[in-house]
T-cell receptor, first 115, second 109 residues
Framework: NAGVTQTPKFRILKIGQSMTLQCAQD?????MYWYRQDPGMGLKLIYY???????DKGEVPNGYNVSRSTTEDFPLRLELAAPSQTSVYFC??????????????FGDGTRLSIL | QKEVEQNSGPLSVPEGAIASLNCTYS??????FFWYRQYSGKSPELIMS????GDKEDGRFTAQLNKASQYVSLLIRDSQPSDSATYLC?????????FGQGTRLTINP
């Protein structure tokens, strides 16, 4: 049982480049989330999804896009990388979600540097 | 006002003492609360969850919830150096789990 798998673990991008951070879960969770965490700071929600085909913005969505074509996968797209997007990105998933008592399960994170 | 607020610390506690971490929330509809521990460079890991008013104990950890005061706390008894980490408080709202900014805890030998 792999849980939540994120790839890649590390990446360095040049300003203006694009990339997709991959996230997959094998727990049949309906809710999935993307967070970013800057050094010494808490988690900020970028986007979340309540099920396949449904996504919604979180606290800091600008500069990012997501899609959810399957229950298992929730990729995060950076179209024009900027230095301000240098951060650690965590993907998480949970069952149900709405006023739920089910915790989130986190992936190991992707460390992204924009130079 | 942030939906979930924590004192960012750092909080320094001597080994063997009780560490007390606090969290307040603004969404009265939040029903479930979670405490995650995060070591430097690692992902958050769940250590406690609480849904009902009162105390919930698990080993050296006790979570406390007071919905009238919109207050959640985590007590760590007999603190160990391995408890040194950032502790994140999360409140489950209608659509998403909202985290506080985290409290950095240091246990001094």
């Amino acid at each position: 049982n792999a849980g939540v798998t994120q790839t890649p673990k590390f990446r360095i991008l040049k300003i203006g480049q694009s990339m997709t951070l991959q996230c997959a879960q094998d727990m049949n969770h309906n809710y999935m989330y993307w967070y970013r965490q800057d050094p010494g700071m808490g988690l900020k929600l970028i986007y979340y999804s309540v099920g396949a085909g449904i996504t919604d913005k979180g606290e800091v969505p600008n500069g990012y896009n997501v899609s959810r074509s399957t229950t298992e996968d929730f990729p995060l797209r950076l179209e024009l990388a900027a230095p301000s997007q240098t951060s650690v990105y965590f993907c998480a998933s949970s069952l149900i979600g709405q006023y739920s008592n089910q915790p989130q399960h986190f992936g190991d994170g992707t460390r992204l540097s924009i130079l | 006002q942030k939906e979930v607020e924590q004192n960012s610390g750092p909080l320094s506690v001597p080994e063997g003492a009780i560490a007390s971490l606090n969290c307040t929330y603004s969404d009265r509809g939040s029903q479930s609360f979670f405490w995650y521990r995060q070591y430097s460079g690692k992902s958050p890991e769940l250590i406690m969850s609480i849904y009902s008013n009162g105390d919930k104990e698990d080993g050296r950890f006790t979570a406390q919830l007071n919905k009238a005061s919109q207050y959640v706390s985590l007590l760590i008894r007999d603190s160990q150096p391995s408890d040194s980490a950032t502790y994140l408080c999360g409140g489950q709202g209608a659509q998403k789990l909202v985290f506080g900014q985290g409290t950095r805890l240091t246990i001094n030998p």
